[in-house]
């Protein structure tokens, strides 16, 4: 099906089906995902999984999802290629969206405080010169849950130069 | 076409043909990645549409206004900036994508990711009508002064321009990387 005919309905938030989510299809997703584009072909980014039952000393994680897929990228001391790096995993994260969905796979992008505290990166492995970009909540989606369209999205901000 | 395959082939395109893009066509692609992405409340970015031959004009003008500030460019380089300013009127069309700032770090990037995502949706949109699209964050444009030409406000950032048209010949991908090289578990151990 064409992504112009897809229908924008994304399986609802936290129905998880609690069941893990193999790790061989995560990288098979992936290993499409980082054909995203990238200036430079710097690919700036890292992966960390974390199973729901591998969260145990992590007490700023709530194990809510069946996995963590953490997306961290290499920082830039140049902020136009911090951007630049920024930008090109959220089109990787992007284009793992589109594919885990196909999959019934739910990957929602979470942003939250302690990605932004260093002993938390720490305690992940993130090195000094990593940042985390997003959290991606990882897990397959109950049939029985709801099916919300989300972002309507009918009026653009648009003008012309 | 495979989603996998869309994602895979599609590449950027910096070289168009004269087929003209319709300003409709482009508006569904955009109102499509805006529905593919998901994000939470209202829409904190905008688009600044340049397809007339007018407006291209003025957008190649503005790209290449400040290298020739430069007097020693102006005099040593005029062939350079001639040709790209040349090279930017020939683009069909372009859309400049802009995004509000945020003093929270969270809000900050999330909509920043947002609007990436929505210009990735856009690039396989794109590619699905064979419309090329490349985008574009060259240092020489980023400056004040091209800013103000765009009407960039207080509070907001310039995310890229999307350069967009038909095209002949995609140029071959470089290969990635393998996620497994990039790819780290997280084990617990209980000490
Ligand atoms: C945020 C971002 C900025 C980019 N900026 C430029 C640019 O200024 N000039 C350019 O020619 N290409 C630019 N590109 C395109 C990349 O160079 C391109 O994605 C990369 O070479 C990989 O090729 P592919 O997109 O065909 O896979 C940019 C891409 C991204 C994601």
Known sequence: ?????????????RQWDMSPVPQALILELLNHAVWAPNHRNREPWRFIYISRNNTGGLDFIQA???????????????????????????????????????????????????????????????MDKERIVAVLEVGFCNESSAVVPTSSAAVLNWRSL | MQLEQLIRERRSIRKYNNLPVSQDLII??????????????????RYVYVGTPEARER?????????????IVKLVLSKVTDALHKRVLEVPASLIV?????????IHDQTYGAVCRIMQNLQLLGWEERIGMVWITDPMIQN????????????????????????????????????????????????
Do not use: H
């Not at chain 1, 099906?1 to 938030?13: F, H």
């Not at chain 2, 207080?154 to 038909?166: K, S």
């Open chain 1, 64 to 126: 809510q999802a069946p996995g963590y897929l953490i997306i961290t990228m290499n920082n830039e001391n140049d902020a136009n290629k911090q951007n630049e790096n920024l930008a090109a995993v959220f089109c990787l994260i992007q284009n793992f969206r589109l594919l885990a969905w196909e999959q019934k796979l739910g990957a929602n992008v979470c942003f939250y405080e302690w990605m932004y505290d260093r002993r938390n990166c720490q305690q992940l492995g993130v």
């Open chain 2, 144 to 191: 004040e002064r091209f800013y103000k030409r765009i009407g960039l406000q207080e509070g907001e950032r310039f995310v890229g321009i999307v350069q967009m048209g038909y095209f002949d010949k995609a140029p071959k991908g470089r290969s990635r990387t393998p996620a497994e090289r990039n790819w780290t578990e997280f084990v617990w151990n209980e000490r």
């Open chain 2, 59 to 71: 957008l190649a003008d503005y790209m290449v206004e400040k290298l020739q500030d430069n007097k």
């Open chain 1, 1 to 13: 099906m064409k992504l112009m005919v897809r229908s924008n309905e994304w399986i609802s938030n």
């Open chain 2, 28 to 45: 569904k692609l955009l109102q499509q990645a805006e529905r593919l992405c998901s994000y939470d409340g209202e829409a904190r970015w």
């Open chain 2, 98 to 106: 802009i995004a509000k700032t945020d003093s929270n770090p969270i």
